[in-house]
């Protein structure tokens, strides 16, 4: 089993920034990807920010530019820097990693997600 663990997420101006944390532990055999969705109030839940099964590192239109997706593999974590901040980007954060607890099974695993308020 896999667990997920955000942190970073709180309240910040248009403009600013905020980094998010989010770190993987338990029984890992494998993590084939990680990375950010967010899912804002009465909307869906979207891709922010991914380092993709494929090999490729992906992102949103909207936050191109912006946000930028990093990880520590040897520590089994990854970071989503974001830099000029709207309030469209208000939403809970979560987690996401494409995994496998042991060599027979492979599942997504998400976090609990932090909260990002964007907002003056």
């Known amino acids: 089993q896999v667990q997920l663990v955000e942190s970073g997420g709180g309240l910040v101006q248009p403009g600013g920034s905020l980094r998010l944390s989010c770190a993987a532990s338990?029984?890992?055999?494998?993590?084939?990807?990680m990375g950010w969705y967010r899912q804002a109030p009465g909307k869906q839940r979207e891709m922010v920010a991914e380092?993709?099964?494929?090999?490729?590192?992906d992102y949103a239109d909207s936050v191109k530019g912006r946000f930028t997706i990093s990880r520590d593999d040897a520590k089994n974590m990854v970071f989503l820097e974001m830099n000029s901040l709207k309030p469209e980007d208000t939403a809970v954060y979560y987690c996401y990693a494409d995994a496998s607890g042991n060599a027979f099974s492979r599942l997504d695993y998400w976090g609990q997600g932090t909260q990002v308020t964007v907002s003056s």
């Open positions: 338990g029984t890992i055999f494998s993590i084939y990807g």
């Open positions: 380092f993709t099964s494929y090999g490729t590192t």
